[in-house]
């Protein structure tokens, strides 16, 4: 299971992907995200994020890895997260254009064991619910600040 979205953003590749792929803008585009610490030195294919997001009604802290699975500048982006039994893995693609840059995202959700497995329609919506409008907050917040962004 898992779910696609696509956005036009008008600025530029280079600063989409910077706010896309740099963590500490996160907090900022999303305000489910309570908090990001990379914990390695330099962003690249492995590197590991510690994420702590609020969820639900109820803005349960939830303290998460996320590993750097795809980095190719200006190009292409992934993460995956594996907690609880949940396997998260979100891809983003990008593509510049004369009006700015579309990003193609596929979120994909993997669960395992049972009882993950009978809840996962549930599992899904939340996650959708959670993640689903990111990129149109992504690109209000680039659209919005795109002249600070290139600082």
């Known amino acids: 299971m898992g779910f696609k979205r696509d956005v036009h953003i008008k600025a530029p590749v280079d600063v989409v992907f910077k706010v896309l792929s740099t963590f500490e803008y996160a907090p900022k585009v999303l305000d489910h995200i309570e908090s990001v610490e990379v914990l390695d030195e330099e962003m690249t294919v492995g590197t590991k994020i510690k994420e702590v997001r609020s969820i639900g009604k109820q803005k349960q802290k939830v303290e998460n890895i996320l590993e750097v699975v795809d980095y190719e500048p200006n190009t292409s982006f992934g993460t995956y997260s594996k907690q609880n039994g949940l ?30 497995l009978l809840t ?18 992504l690109k209000q917040y680039v659209e919005l600040n795109y002249k600070e962004t290139q600082e």
Not at 98 to 115: A, L, N, Q, S, Y
Not at 120 to 137: A, S, T, Y
């Open 87 to 116: 396997d998260l893995h979100y891809s983003y693609t990008l593509s510049e254009i004369e009006e700015g840059t579309d990003v193609h995202f596929v979120g994909t959700i993997k669960t395992k064991g049972i009882r993950n």
């Open 120 to 137: 996962k329609p549930v599992i899904n919506k939340i996650i959708q619910k959670e993640d689903g409008e990111h990129l149109n907050k």
